[in-house]
């Protein structure tokens, strides 16, 4: 049984940073790429940032470069997200999703996993 769980959401001032964490637990060694999404109320799902599982490529939006970063621990199953330098136009719901295959795609519909979300809120 696969499954992602996201955490490290919450309330942060404009200009904090807050870490997200996401567990991967089941056939994780099977996963070659990692991502993370964010969805604002009544917007679509939108690509944040993507991982090869080796941790030798990366992908961001070009909304988030500079500011978040994409990491992982490979002996924890687990891949962060740090962000910094937050905006309100970052509040949304972030998920955390994986797939099977090593291109570091940013549509979710390449994803076959995900996990429940965690609510971030930046205010200004």
């Known amino acids: 049984q696969v499954a992602l769980a996201e955490s490290g959401g919450g309330l942060v001032q404009a200009g904090g940073s807050l870490r997200l964490s996401c567990a991967v637990t089941g056939h994780s060694l099977s996963f070659r790429t990692i991502a993370w999404f964010r969805q604002a109320a009544g917007e679509e799902r939108e690509f944040v940032a993507a991982l090869n599982w080796r941790g030798t490529n990366t992908s961001y939006a070009d909304s988030v470069k500079g500011r978040f970063t994409i990491s992982r621990d490979n002996a924890k199953n687990s891949v962060y997200l740090q962000m910094n330098s937050l905006k309100p136009g970052d509040t949304a719901v972030y998920y955390c999703?994986?797939?099977?295959?090593?291109?570091?795609?940013?549509?979710?519909?390449?994803?076959?996993?995900w996990g429940q979300g965690t609510q971030v809120t930046v205010s200004s």
């Open positions: 999703a994986a797939r099977l295959g090593s291109s570091l795609y940013t549509s979710s519909n390449q994803y076959e996993y």
